[in-house]
């Protein structure tokens, strides 16, 4: 609860620092803030407390995803400030919006009544409607936000109904009650299952799974870069933490016939994904549909939720840190040349070859090699999978894997074995900082992979 009000506090903070002309603070006054809000969000740590009639749970699971999204936004807000010196004038805009983006994720994953979960979705979603049109004369930015306005809105109608038509069935919108009702084993109306399928269908636009990812390609390329980068690592971790939640928080075990479901929409995530991340010549394009094969390998803690918010936790952090070391080094490369297309990265191994081993190393670990923490997320995830004998799908996870090696050595390639002739451009030194800092704790969690899955067992 704290957590909230410090964020949403900092972001107005931010707003008036515009008003008294302090444009050069805000960037390291918000950083320092998030540093203080992470502080205080650990201090939560083993504590069950619950806010304004459980509107607010805060929770082990509420707390390690809190702290995963705060340093996220640490990182993109440092990375703002280099992105964001053509329009200085609007830095406190952009970085406040962060701000409240944020404050969204964080209210998604620390719900206990589903009226905090839906203004949790809103706030988020309007922060990045407003991000992903933020260059009103690029006209691909233009659509990009358009198409996320019109798509966004029409999910968000489908969980609104979905949680009207589950309020209509238990009588209530906080969530234990709404548990406790299924437990008492009553006669639950046939809309509750209706409210259920409309609420997935609206959180699978969110994380961008097949078939409802058509958005998610022409959205990611047409976005600024680093709002590309927001959508991509900390949106959705952000989704599949709270629909994971908030189907363990309705029902303790998922039914069969919600696996079967869940099942075909991973399976055509991950293959989709990954197929037509393929043939594609540029990076953010390419990204997003690595990111719809990610969702649909994190749409696997679903076949054992009672033991697998732990390795949800550490696939999102490793995916997630992994996404901003490659979109830290992606800003440096393709900054001032207006596309992202992969021959843009041809020779970076000579010319820049810190960015380039980042670069390399964050495609590695999203395509699971080891000793990256991407290989140590799939393999806890495969493992837990297993226990419940989904046999099948595990070797479709393999297979999809081995497929994304693919496409990610078609950009390591360009950059060690492709000649440029450009000169070698100099690269901000906190784009530089973000992207040593983001793939070291990767390979750090790599390592000590207890210290992210104890979090939560």
Same mark, same amino acid.
């Given at each position: 609860?704290?957590t909230?009000?410090?964020i949403?506090?900092?972001g107005?903070?931010c707003l ?13 006054v918000?950083?320092l803030?998030?540093?203080?809000t ?12 619950t ?6 749970i805060t ?5 390690s995803?809190?702290?995963l999204?705060?340093? +996220?936004?640490?990182?993109?807000v440092?990375?703002s ?13 952009f970085?406040a ?7 969204g ?5 620390s ?5 905090m979960f ?10 990045? /409607? ?11 930015s233009?659509?990009?936000g358009?198409?996320?306005f019109l798509m ?10 979905g949680?009207?038509?589950? /309020? ?6 906080d ?7 299924l +437990? ?5 109306p ?13 959180l ?10 058509f958005?998610?390609?022409?959205v990611y ?23 994971f939640?908030?189907?363990?928080s309705?029902?303790?075990?998922v ?22 991340a ?6 953010k394009?390419? +990204?997003?549909?690595s990111?719809i ?6 749409l ?11 390795t ?18 992606i ?11 992969v ?5 970076l ?13 964050s495609?590695?670990?999203m ?5 990256f ?6 393999f806890?995830l ?6 419940t004998?989904h046999?099948?799908?595990v ?20 950059m ?9 451009q ?12 983001s ?6 969690i790599?390592? /000590?992979p ?8």
């Amino acid at each position: 609860m704290y957590t909230l009000i410090a964020i949403a506090g900092l972001g107005i903070i931010c707003l008036i620092a515009e008003i008294f002309n302090l444009r050069k603070a805000i960037i390291p006054v918000t950083i320092l803030g998030l540093f203080g809000t992470l502080a205080l969000t650990v201090a939560d740590y083993n504590k069950v407390q619950t806010y304004y009639n459980n509107m607010i749970i805060t929770d082990n699971y509420s707390v390690s995803f809190s702290c995963l999204f705060i340093v +996220l936004t640490i990182f993109l807000v440092a990375l703002s400030g280099d992105f964001h010196k053509e329009h200085k004038a609007k830095i406190s805009d952009f970085i406040a919006i962060k701000l409240f983006l944020l404050t969204g994720a964080i209210a998604m994953i620390s719900f206990g009544n589903m009226a905090m979960f839906f203004l949790g979705i809103e706030i988020l979603s309007i922060a990045l /409607y407003v991000l992903a049109a933020s260059q009103p004369k690029n006209i691909k930015s233009n659509e990009a936000g358009m198409k996320y306005f019109l798509m966004g809105a029409f999910a968000s109608g489908f969980i609104l109904f979905g949680i009207a038509l589950i /309020y209509g069935a238990t009588g209530s919108f906080d969530t234990h009650a709404i548990y406790g009702t299924l +437990l008492e084993g009553t006669n639950v109306p046939g809309w509750f299952f209706i409210g259920i399928v409309m609420l997935s269908i609206g959180l699978l636009f969110k994380i961008a799974a097949v078939p409802f990812h058509f958005w998610a390609p022409d959205v990611y390329e047409g976005s600024p870069a680093l709002t590309t980068a927001t959508m991509s690592t900390l949106v959705k971790v952000a989704a599949i933490a709270a629909f994971f939640k908030l189907m363990v928080s309705i029902n303790r075990t998922v039914p069969g016939s919600y696996i079967t479901v869940i099942s075909i929409v991973s399976i055509l995530s991950m293959t989709v994904g990954n197929l037509t991340a393929l043939v594609q010549t540029n990076v953010k394009r390419m +990204l997003a549909f690595s990111g719809i094969s990610h969702a649909g390998f994190m749409l696997m803690v679903f076949f054992n939720p009672t033991h697998t918010a732990g390795t949800l936790l550490y696939y999102a952090t490793a995916y997630a840190l992994a996404g901003i070391a490659a979109f830290a080094v992606i800003l440096a490369v393709c900054g001032d040349k207006g596309n992202e297309e992969v021959y843009n990265f041809n020779g970076l191994g000579k010319k820049n070859p810190l960015m380039a081993a980042i670069l390399t190393c964050s495609l590695l670990s999203m395509a699971g090699i080891p000793i990256f923490s991407g290989f140590f997320g799939k393999f806890f995830l495969f493992q837990e999978v297993l226990s419940t004998n989904h046999v099948a799908i595990v070797i479709i996870a393999i297979i999809n894997s081995i497929i994304s090696v693919g496409y990610y050595f078609k950009l390591i390639l360009a950059m060690y074995t492709k000649e440029d002739t450009s000169e070698k451009q100099s690269v901000p030194v906190m784009y530089t900082i973000v992207a040593v800092l983001s793939i070291l704790l990767n390979i750090a969690i790599g390592l /000590y992979p207890s210290f992210v899955l104890g979090r939560l067992g």
